[in-house]
C-alpha cells in the first residue's frame, strides 16, 4: 500500500540525512509542509494527529523545537513537490542541489516519455532515471506501486508483481517488495515484511519491519534475521 511505501522512503530520506548526507526529496502526492508534518511526528516523539489537528500543548512545542534546531543545523535536505515531475525537472533539481541521494515517491507519478505502450514508456523512464543517477554520482531510491491484485501463496509478492513492466527490476540494483497482511496491525502497529528480492551487492532475503501509525515510524524488528539492504557506491535506481 500507499501507507507502508511512503512512510519507507521517508524514512530512508532522513536516515540518510542524519548520516550527513545531502537528500534531494520528490514527494509527489502531498506538499513539502505535508511531509516535513510526517517527519516531524517521529523525531519529536509527538503523536502526528497533534500535528494534523494544531493540537499541540506547550511540552510538545518544546519538543517540535528543539528538533527543528537540531535539523537546521544538521540536515542538508531539500523537498521537490511537484505533483507530476518530468525527467527534465527532476534532473535540473539534482543538477542545482547536488545531492548525494535522491529519493523519488514515487514512479507513476513521474511525467513518462511519449512511446507507443506503457511498457515502452516505463523501459525509458527507467533508463533515463538510471543515466541520470549515474551521470550526477547519485544514490537513487525510487518507490513504485505494485499490482493491485497480488495473487499468489500467502499473499506475497514477487518481483513479477511489479506495476507496469519488467525494466524496473532490470534497471534496478535492488528491489525491496513490502507487503502487510490485513491482520498484522495491532495497537496501532503494522507488522511489515520486507522482501529483498533482487541485489545486485548482495544477498537476498526477508527483514520484518514495524510502523507504528501514531508517529508515522518505520523501524527495522527487533532480533530480526535475515538479508539487510547494502548500499553501493555507484550510482543507481
Same mark, same amino acid.
Given at each position: 500500500?500507499r501507507?507502508?511505501?511512503?512512510?519507507?522512503l521517508? %524514512?530512508?530520506a532522513? &536516515?540518510m540525512a542524519d548520516?550527513g548526507?545531502k537528500?534531494l526529496?520528490f !514527494?509527489?502526492e502531498m506538499?513539502a509542509?505535508?511531509m516535513?508534518?510526517r517527519i516531524m511526528p517521529?523525531?519529536?516523539?509527538v503523536?502526528?494527529? %497533534?500535528?494534523?489537528?494544531?493540537?499541540?500543548e506547550w511540552i510538545?512545542?518544546k519538543?517540535?523545537?528543539? +528538533?527543528?534546531?537540531t535539523m537546521?543545523?544538521?540536515?542538508?535536505?531539500? /523537498?521537490?513537490?511537484?505533483p507530476?515531475? #518530468?525527467?527534465a $525537472?527532476? &534532473? !535540473?533539481?539534482?543538477t542545482?542541489v547536488?545531492?548525494?541521494? /535522491?529519493?523519488?515517491?514515487?514512479?507513476?507519478?513521474?511525467?513518462?516519455?511519449?512511446a507507443e505502450?506503457v511498457?515502452?514508456? +516505463?523501459?525509458?523512464l527507467?533508463?533515463? /532515471?538510471? =543515466?541520470?543517477?549515474i551521470?550526477? %554520482?547519485? +544514490? *537513487?531510491?525510487?518507490g513504485?506501486?505494485?499490482?493491485?491484485?497480488?495473487?499468489?501463496?500467502? *499473499?506475497?509478492p514477487r518481483l513479477?508483481?511489479?506495476?507496469d *513492466?519488467? #525494466?524496473?527490476?532490470?534497471?534496478?540494483?535492488?528491489v525491496?517488495?513490502?507487503?502487510t497482511?490485513? !491482520?498484522? $496491525?495491532?495497537?496501532?502497529?503494522?507488522?511489515? !515484511?520486507?522482501l529483498?528480492?533482487?541485489n545486485?551487492?548482495?544477498? =537476498?532475503?526477508?527483514i520484518?519491519f514495524?510502523?507504528e501509525r501514531?508517529?508515522i $515510524?518505520?523501524?527495522?524488528?527487533?532480533?530480526t534475521?535475515?538479508?539487510?539492504p547494502?548500499?553501493?557506491n555507484?550510482?543507481g535506481a
Amino acid at each position: 500500500g500507499r501507507w507502508p511505501k511512503t512512510a519507507f522512503l521517508t %524514512r530512508v530520506a532522513t &536516515n540518510m540525512a542524519d548520516a550527513g548526507k545531502k537528500i534531494l526529496l520528490f !514527494t509527489t502526492e502531498m506538499t513539502a509542509h505535508q511531509m516535513v508534518s510526517r517527519i516531524m511526528p517521529y523525531k519529536a516523539s509527538v503523536d502526528a494527529w %497533534r500535528f494534523r489537528k494544531l493540537r499541540l500543548e506547550w511540552i510538545h512545542h518544546k519538543a517540535v523545537s528543539d +528538533v527543528c534546531a537540531t535539523m537546521h543545523d544538521k540536515y542538508e535536505m531539500w /523537498i521537490c513537490d511537484l505533483p507530476r515531475p #518530468s525527467l527534465a $525537472e527532476i &534532473n !535540473t533539481a539534482i543538477t542545482r542541489v547536488k545531492p548525494d541521494v /535522491i529519493v523519488i515517491d514515487y514512479l507513476q507519478r513521474i511525467a513518462k516519455p511519449r512511446a507507443e505502450n506503457v511498457t515502452r514508456s +516505463v523501459d525509458e523512464l527507467m533508463a533515463s /532515471i538510471k =543515466t541520470m543517477c549515474i551521470q550526477h %554520482r547519485v +544514490v *537513487g531510491f525510487l518507490g513504485c506501486q505494485m499490482n493491485r491484485i497480488v495473487d499468489r501463496e500467502k *499473499g506475497m509478492p514477487r518481483l513479477s508483481d511489479l506495476r507496469d *513492466g519488467g #525494466s524496473i527490476e532490470a534497471e534496478s540494483d535492488q528491489v525491496l517488495l513490502l507487503h502487510t497482511e490485513p !491482520t498484522t $496491525e495491532r495497537d496501532g502497529v503494522i507488522q511489515i !515484511t520486507g522482501l529483498l528480492e533482487k541485489n545486485r551487492h548482495g544477498q =537476498t532475503g526477508t527483514i520484518q519491519f514495524v510502523l507504528e501509525r501514531n508517529l508515522i $515510524e518505520f523501524t527495522e524488528a527487533h532480533g530480526t534475521d535475515g538479508a539487510r539492504p547494502q548500499g553501493s557506491n555507484q550510482g543507481g535506481a
